[in-house]
């Protein structure tokens, strides 16, 4: 049986929903502001002017082919141009369903833009937790995503699936979304990342050893296994670990670990102490203090959070 490889184990865990918030219409001047969010907010831009600013220190124009990724849901705004007055988007969008606001054309009776916005949110337990996927991206991402690329055709069919309903539409976006999440993810193989556990999943020597950990959770894992699977001495293996993702294997062997027990704190109603040995803690003190350590807060604390 083929093995699940960490990229797609890590993207299990993180359980995220990829969502198309609408199709937009625009004719200059227009301009659309949305506040920081708890999810990663992105905005492609199919053709027309299209001017971002984040908040309030970066601007930069967008052209058509090029996707805004936001990975920490920053607050921005994107315009027809540097000048052009926006609008609150829930003062715009409140309240409406998607085909309402699909249906709307904003702006005057300038240029016209067609932009496609959507977000990418991760199990609502993770705002607890620290993002190991997102974390080590910058605060903004622009990739050029043009229509002969295969990102680029991914979005121009969730563009053009969005635009008439269709018998099994709901599954077919559902499934092109997934595959969009892991498209962008793809694509940032080619970019500079801050240290971070993605880096470590596309790096050939220590994404068989993330894949090890990830399958054997209980395992007593010694970094001298480790290094044997990914064919690196000892001293090369952890060095090359805390360059590429910033901890030591054993601060992400133990984040790991904490990841999989507070999925089973928020979905299971399991014995601390048995989350705890079920994710490989020896024993329930050590539990407690290492997942203390790792989101500020008891498993009991974590649990009654998540869960409210």
């Known amino acids: ?5 960490p990229l797609s184990q890590l993207i299990e865990s993180l359980a995220p929903t990829t969502e198309v918030f609408a199709r937009v219409t625009a004719h200059a001047p227009w ?14 831009v199919l053709d027309g002017p299209c001017f971002l600013r984040v908040d309030d220190h970066l601007q930069q124009q967008l052209t058509p082919g090029q996707l805004l990724l936001l990975p920490r849901g920053a607050a921005h705004s994107v315009a ?15 309240g409406k369903s998607r085909a309402e606001v699909e249906q709307m054309v904003l702006g005057g009776d300038g240029e016209q833009s067609h932009i496609l916005c959507g977000y990418i949110r991760f199990m609502p337990l993770h705002r607890h937790l620290p993002n190991l996927l997102t974390d ?8 050029d995503a043009p229509a002969t690329c295969r990102l680029g055709q991914l979005l121009q069919w969730i ?62 894992w010694h970094l001298d296994q ?10 090369a293996f952890t060095s090359r670990f805390k360059k590429l993702t910033g901890l030591s294997c ?16 928020k979905l299971s109603d399991q014995p ?37």
């Open 250 to 265: 054993q601060a992400f062997i133990r984040h790991w670990r904490c990841q999989q027990a507070a999925q089973l704190l």
């Open 136 to 143: 080590s991206l910058p605060e903004v991402l622009i990739l």
């Open 159 to 220: 563009y053009a699936e969005n635009a008439d309903y269709r018998a099994g539409q709901s599954l077919m976006l559902e499934k092109m979304l997934q595959m969009l999440l892991l498209e962008i993810i793809r694509t940032l193989d080619t970019l500079p990342l801050n240290p971070g556990v993605l880096n470590a999943v596309n790096d050939r020597h220590l994404a068989p050893a993330m894949q090890a950990i990830m399958k054997d959770l209980c395992r007593p």
């Open 80 to 94: 027809s141009g540097p000048d052009a007055e926006c609008q609150d988007v829930d003062a715009l969008f409140g």
């Open 31 to 44: 301009g659309v502001s949305e506040p920081r969010q708890d999810v990663c907010a992105f905005t492609y």
């Open 272 to 308: 601390v102490a048995s989350i705890g040995l079920k994710c490989g803690f020896q024993s329930s003190d050590v539990f407690i203090r290492n997942f203390r350590s790792f989101c500020g807060m008891t498993p009991n604390q974590f649990r009654y959070a998540a869960n409210t």
């Open 1 to 5: 049986m083929q093995l699940i490889d």
């Open 226 to 235: 480790l290094a044997g699977i990914a064919a690196l001495s000892r001293s």
